[in-house]
């Protein structure tokens, strides 16, 4: 425990600014922790004009390698990584461990970025007859908002990348997690040669609302209640409940229950890819009965142990969970019975495991998701095929459904298919979550030039030559001298 609350700045372009509002943030089980600083609407309002006006730097490969390096393994502003890991764990309730495997996340993704970010901004040339078209991806705006959650650090590496891009971004963080983007925006400003084009803006609801409609475009983490008013913007990308599912088809094996357990407890159960359903041909309670009794095996620690593998909230937070599963629990079997926490005796609890067994799949307790390990055993036969399988951000396939595989890839709402023992939240840097987030941020433009001394005598049906590279000036046999990520022209 720490001695002193932190004080927890805001940051402008890698400077720690104070405010005269600020926050008392608190542990779970209510001691002080820190005081963050906060931004009215009026004072982000300002910030935001001030960072438009920046220039945007794009930063090479090593300063987002060693970004990522320093953010996981270094001593930033004073905070050692133990010290940002454990302060995150005392927040938040999530288990250490969580945090530290979140750090070796982002330092991955910042590895890659430079050579994603190079494949997203390539320049694609078609030559015709005396005509060069020259096609390449821009970002659609010169700011970004992020309204950020508190459930999981890998989250930030949405707006790492859009850095990458060339976009300036504004993230107003979860109210129990200003610690990952503060330290993040430290590590940037000592990997960048300059300011990093960046606002942390912890802030009220109205903060959230007001990046959201003053940045042009924005990114916005929650659950229905707070994501439902920007579904049908154009300028808003949503990033909801994950709704993941499992499949079962076959017996319940020791290795089939190993890998649903895995897919419902693993990281605290709070990804928003671990599994909160499970479809089944077999007889839902004797399932529910064996993943219930297995997650009720689950060692009850403080956050900040190192074999913490469950959440952990104050009392009363407990208490309102363990009174919404009852709600749910209604006209359904639960296992274990008794009450999802189990008190610690200093004013938190941890969250324990609950499954319900329900008899149809359209029960409105499937679907739901808990910010700890729940899932709810519902009916499925072969005849139903994908449909209850819809709305899934990750779709986890067990037992003899090879068949079910593509269709289920084909499906609209279903972002991503896992089939055998694969954890849902498995991915790289370069696979699409919930789509690749440059389809929204970027945008594809031409420019059309008629090369020099030669007319343009383009005819109707006449075959382009194809050229592709990193710069615009790329031409057959000369390498590409613009440096990774790098877009030619002006940004917008």
């Not at 425990?1 to 932190?6: A, K, Q």
Request: aromatic letters at 4%; one cysteine or more.
């Amino acid at each position: 425990m720490f001695d002193v609350p932190l004080d927890v700045p805001l940051m402008v372009a890698g400077r720690p600014r104070g405010s005269a509002d600020r926050v008392d943030l608190g542990t779970v089980t209510g001691a002080p922790l820190a005081g963050v600083a906060q931004a009215p609407p009026l004072l982000a309002r300002r910030l935001l004009d001030r960072l438009a006006g920046l220039p945007a730097p794009l930063p090479g490969a090593e300063a987002l390698a060693r970004a990522g390096d320093l953010f996981a393994g270094s001593v930033l502003a004073g905070e050692s990584p133990e010290q940002y890991r454990e302060r995150f764990a005392l927040a938040t309730g999530i288990p250490v461990g969580v945090a530290a495997r979140a750090a070796d996340e982002l330092r991955t993704l910042c590895a890659a970025l430079p050579e994603l970010v190079a494949a997203d901004l390539a320049v694609r040339t078609e030559v015709t007859a005396g005509v060069r078209a020259t096609t390449r991806r821009l970002p659609r705006g010169g700011t970004l908002a992020v309204v950020a959650p508190s459930n999981h650090p890998a989250t930030h590496g949405s707006w790492l990348r859009a850095l990458g891009y060339g976009l300036r971004v504004a993230v107003r963080p979860g109210a129990r997690d200003p610690f990952t983007p503060v330290r993040l925006a430290h590590a940037l400003a000592e990997a960048y040669d300059a300011p990093p084009p960046l606002l942390v803006l912890p802030g009220p609801h109205a903060t959230a609302e007001c990046l959201t409609e003053e940045a042009d475009l924005a990114v916005v983490y929650g659950g229905e209640a707070a994501t439902a008013g920007y579904a049908h913007r154009r300028n808003v990308a949503v990033r909801g409940p994950g709704r993941s599912k499992a499949l079962l088809a076959g017996p319940l094996t020791e290795d089939r229950l190993d890998v649903l357990a895995r897919a419902v407890a693993g990281d605290a159960g709070i990804r928003c890819t671990n599994i909160s359903a499970v479809l089944t041909d077999q007889p839902v309670d004797e399932v529910a009965a064996a993943l219930g009794g297995r997650l009720a095996k689950l060692p009850v620690h403080p956050p900040t142990d190192p074999g913490a593998v469950l959440p952990v909230r104050p009392v009363a937070e407990a208490i309102a969970l363990a009174c919404a599963v009852e709600r749910l629990a209604q006209q359904a079997r639960r296992y274990p019975e008794h009450p999802p926490f189990a008190e610690l005796g200093d004013g938190s609890a941890t969250l324990t495991g609950t499954v319900l067994a329900v008899d149809d799949a359209r029960h409105p307790a499937v679907g739901v998701e808990q910010p700890f390990p729940f899932a709810v055993v519902a009916p499925w036969r072969p005849a139903d095929g994908v449909a209850p399988l819809r709305h899934s951000l990750a779709l986890l396939l067990l037992g003899d459904v090879e068949d079910l595989a593509e269709p289920a890839a084909a499906t609209p709402s279903v972002h991503k298919v896992l089939l055998g023992a694969v954890p849902p939240w498995w991915s790289t840097p370069s696979l699409p979550h919930e789509g690749h987030l440059a389809d929204f941020l970027l945008e594809a433009r031409t420019l059309v030039t008629a090369e020099p001394g030669r007319p343009a005598t383009v005819e109707r049906g006449t075959p382009a030559t194809v050229e592709r590279g990193t710069s615009a000036t790329v031409e057959r046999g000369t390498p590409a001298t613009a440096g990774p990520g790098t877009p030619t022209g002006s940004r917008p």
